[in-house]
């Protein structure tokens, strides 16, 4: 139903999404138990295979396996294999060796869980690849949004900040354009990628007009290290134009709901009030992220295994 | 996803469903549909029931009745309403998924869709009344008794199946039935709205021949 793996937002259809996201809101009954675990993947076992440092998705993945009973592994090349310059590929290998059921993959390189998944045996999920995807951050997002607004279908929403660095941007836009909302980019003209039009969004650079009407406002996060000096003059000034606090929040409708990835940098995407309360629902997203994945690995690890593509070379 | 795993026991099965199942392939053997309980039927056949129950359990502020979806919940809210007119309470009433404990879940294929769950409260010290349309395999009921203690200890559990159709593969027995309906293993039994049913009317029907989906309930 989903198919044999999980790469991209960009392959899933509306059907697909639709189906990951009312199996994760079944989920989130489990989630609310006293004995919050099932017995559906006994016996299984996930392999967390994070070649990028990651406290919350890894934590959240690990939770969402052990909530469905599977054995989850954690797998850190960095600190192990890598070292003796083993290849990713075989790194790959040698845990397809192990039979797992299904790896997860993250990676700083856009692309790795592709190549990964080409082979592997077991059905791969992308955690997060470069600047290219990370589509459970964005399904989680399309069934919090579901949640607070009761659809997605016509809603409008704004994603500010750096869209060219995100691979959450990209996998959102996919996600909210397939399940028919209208979707805005709002950041400095060196963060929004050129062409980015063509994947069905509308491109701001003036933060004031993006909000205009937004149902939805998602801030992404600004990687201070790799953007001062820059793609920006300075975080200050990012702050100062992109920034949002209540007064710019106006703009948007009433009734918008704040969003954010995590982890905030206070005072810089977001001001310190909005960050813990109303309307932002970044701690929705965190928990609303348990039984999204909890949703993936039982429709993933359901699929029959196709033979292993042959390799070039 | 086109295999609807539930097609044995669905409420909203459309009639005449199976005399056209592109997914069914070779053609079916038969068309036949026969009506094996109607809604007065059904009716009495609880009406019965709740008297049993209440019969049966001395104490029926302890009672709490348990549905697996999706035909045990029109026949539980019929069964609450009954029990409330015989015994004077008001029996709470959950609503239990059994898809997650299913014990077919480690074959490789398509993932069962997921069904509601919502426990009113915890089960401790009662008497929980699980509610199912039909019983087959028992291998639904075995999942529902391993879900039902995630939610607590009962004191004891029972039973209801609104038809018993044989063919049990484990050693699991109906309390209270409404009917017994000998079939062939191939054939399909279904709760169902009603044809032309304004007021929520319940019927059973066998459909003939059509063959067992791999994720069929029992």
Redesign the interface.
């Known amino acids: 139903m989903i198919g044999q793996d999980l790469l991209g937002m960009e392959q899933l259809s509306r059907e697909q999404i639709g189906r990951i996201l009312h199996t994760a809101e079944r989920m989130q009954e489990v989630g609310a138990r006293e004995v919050k675990k099932v017995p559906t993947l006994r016996g299984r076992t996930i392999v967390n295979l994070f070649f990028e440092a990651s406290t919350r998705t890894k934590a959240s993945f690990e939770i969402a396996g052990k909530r469905l009973s599977a054995d989850v592994v954690n797998f850190t090349p960095s600190t192990s294999s890598m070292k003796k310059a083993e290849s990713i590929l075989d790194t790959a290998r040698t845990l397809d060796a192990m039979d797992p059921d299904c790896v997860v993959v993250r990676h700083a390189v856009a692309g790795v869980p592709h190549r990964i998944a080409q082979v592997l045996t077991a059905p791969v999920v992308n955690a997060g690849d470069g600047a290219h995807e990370h589509p459970t951050q964005a399904l989680l997002d399309l069934l919090t949004v579901k949640q607070a607004k009761g659809r997605i279908d016509g809603l409008s929403v704004t994603i500010i900040g750096d869209v060219l660095h995100s691979r959450v941007a990209r996998s959102n836009i996919y996600g909210f354009t397939k399940m028919g909302a209208e979707v805005r980019v709002a950041g400095p003209p060196t963060l929004i990628p050129k062409g980015i039009e063509r994947l069905g969004v509308k491109a701001f650079t003036n933060l004031e007009q993006a909000l205009i009407g937004a149902d939805v406002v998602m801030a992404l996060r600004i990687q201070n290290e790799r953007l001062a000096g820059s793609h920006v003059p300075s975080v200050r000034e990012y702050a100062a134009t992109f920034g949002l606090d209540r007064t710019r929040l106006q703009y948007a409708k009433e009734d918008a709901i704040v969003m954010h990835p995590g982890p905030v940098n206070r005072g810089v995407e977001l001001s310190q009030e909005l960050v813990d309360h109303r309307p932002s629902v970044i701690l929705d997203q965190v928990r609303n992220g348990v039984a999204l994945r909890m949703a993936v690995l039982y429709l993933i690890t359901g699929r029959p295994h196709a033979s292993v593509q042959a390799e070039e070379g | 996803?086109a295999h609807s795993h539930s097609a044995g026991s669905s409420t909203n099965s459309e009639r005449g469903r199976t005399q056209h199942s592109p997914e069914a392939e070779p053609p079916l053997q038969s068309n036949a549909v026969r009506l094996v309980f109607d809604d007065p039927g059904i009716r009495r056949a609880l009406t019965r029931i709740a008297h049993e129950i209440v019969e049966r359990n001395e104490s029926p502020e302890l009672l709490y009745l348990v549905a697996i979806p999706n035909g045990g919940i029109p026949l539980a809210r019929r069964l609450k309403a009954n029990l409330g007119e015989i015994a004077r309470v008001e029996v709470p009433l959950g609503i239990l998924?059994t898809t997650?404990?299913r014990d077919d879940?480690?074959a490789?294929?398509?993932?069962p869709?997921?069904?509601?769950?919502?426990m009113p409260s915890?089960v401790d010290g009662r008497v929980v009344v699980l509610v199912d349309d039909v019983v087959k395999s028992g291998r639904t009921v075995r999942a529902a008794m391993?879900?039902l203690m995630?939610?607590g200890r009962p004191r004891s559990v029972q039973l209801v199946g609104l038809v018993d159709r044989g063919h049990r593969e484990l050693p699991i027995k109906l309390d209270y039935v409404g009917k017994n309906v000998p079939t062939s293993a191939h054939e399909t039994v279904r709760l169902q709205a009603a044809p032309d049913a304004s007021a929520g009317e319940l019927e059973v029907v066998v459909a003939g021949g059509e063959a067992r989906e791999p994720g069929e309930r029992g």
């Not at chain 2, 490789?108 to 993932?111: A, F, L």
């Not at chain 2, 869709?113 to 919502?118: A, F």
């Open positions: 996803m998924d997650l404990y879940l480690s490789r294929g398509e993932r869709l997921l069904r509601e769950t919502e915890g391993d879900a995630d939610f």
